[in-house]
């Protein structure tokens, strides 16, 4: 079973930068299609961005050019760079996985073809 936990979430003020990790253990997530997800208290989850084994990328259009996701399988661990965050950006991060070998598509910015989650971590910004 794969696990996952997110860390580097906290506070910081509008125009500020969050770098998130997520750390995988049980086995290696690198042949996974992986991706990062926020939800705000009383609204929609919303998909951000997913990595694909071969580094490939992709981002909802209202964080492209100000987040960045990367991977490194030596660790095992999946990043979310932040920049230039605004106060609507205030939300639950949570990583997430799909089944090993699995290819992103042009499903990987919604919640279902993922199967491993981690508990989320906070994100808060003022203005």
């Known amino acids: 079973q794969l696990q996952l936990v997110e860390s580097g979430g906290g506070s910081v003020q509008a125009g500020g930068s969050l770098i998130l990790s997520c750390k995988a253990s049980?086995?290696?997530?690198?042949?996974?299609?992986m991706g990062w997800f926020r939800q705000a208290p009383g609204e929609e989850g919303q998909g951000l961005s997913s990595?694909?084994?071969?580094?490939?990328?992709q981002f909802a259009d209202f964080v492209k050019g100000r987040f960045t996701i990367s991977r490194d399988s030596a660790v095992n661990t999946l990043y979310l760079q932040m920049n230039t965050l605004k106060p609507e950006d205030t939300a639950m991060y949570y990583c997430?996985?799909?089944?090993?070998?699995?290819?992103?598509?042009?499903?990987?910015?919604?919640?279902?073809?993922?199967?491993?989650w981690g508990p989320g971590t906070q994100v808060t910004v003022s203005s």
């Open positions: 990595i694909n084994r071969d580094g490939t990328t």
């Open positions: 049980g086995y290696t997530a690198k042949t996974h299609c």
């Open positions: 997430a996985a799909q089944d090993a070998l699995s290819t992103c598509d042009a499903r990987s910015l919604l919640r279902r073809p993922y199967k491993f």
